[in-house]
C-alpha cells in the first residue's frame, strides 16, 4: 500500500542530484518499484523460513503477487513524467506533477482500501487523511530542498 510514498520520495529527492532528465526518472522510478518489490517478496519468503515453513514455488508466486502493488505504485507517476511534454509541463513542473500524482494515487488507494477492508466512512477518511499528512511530508521536503 505504500509504494506509493515510495515513488514520491523517489521524485521529491530525483532533483537533490543535479536533476533527472525525464526518460531517466522514468526508469529511476521503474526501477525502484522493482528492486523495493523484490526485497519484500524476499523478506516475506524469508520469513516463511524462520517460522519453519518449507520454502515453495506456489508460496513465493503469492507473495510476489501480494506484493506486486509496490511495482504498480510507481506506474502512474512515471506515465505522468511520460505526458507531460505533451501536455506543456517543463522539468520542473514535472517533478511536481509526478509528485502530486503519487500522493494522490496514495490517498486514493488508502481510502479504498480502508472501504474494502469494512471500514466506517468515516475511518475510511482518516485513513486518506492520514495518508495526505504522509505524502505532504515529502512535498514539504522537496520545497524545503528547493527542487
Do not use: C
Not at 18 to 38: C, D, E, N, S, Y
Not at 103 to 117: D, F, K
Amino acid at each position: 500500500m505504500y509504494g506509493s510514498l515510495l515513488a514520491a520520495s523517489v521524485v521529491a529527492t530525483a532533483g537533490s542530484v543535479g536533476g533527472f532528465p525525464r526518460l531517466q526518472l522514468i526508469v529511476l522510478l521503474l526501477v525502484t518499484g522493482v528492486v523495493f518489490w523484490a526485497a519484500h517478496v524476499y523478506a516475506r519468503v524469508a520469513g516463511e523460513r524462520v517460522i519453519g515453513r518449507p520454502l515453495d514455488h506456489r508460496e513465493m508466486r503469492r507473495a510476489a503477487g501480494r506484493e506486486w502493488s509496490i511495482v504498480e505504485a510507481a506506474v502512474l507517476p512515471a506515465v505522468a513524467v511520460a505526458v507531460s511534454p505533451l501536455i506543456g509541463v517543463d522539468r520542473t513542473g514535472t517533478a511536481w506533477l509526478a509528485l502530486a500524482v503519487a500522493v494522490a494515487q496514495q490517498v486514493a488507494w488508502a481510502t479504498l482500501g480502508a472501504i474494502r477492508a469494512g471500514a466506517s466512512r468515516r475511518m475510511a477518511a482518516g485513513e486518506g487523511v492520514i495518508n495526505l499528512l504522509l505524502g505532504l511530508v515529502i512535498v514539504a521536503a522537496k520545497a524545503a530542498l528547493g527542487h
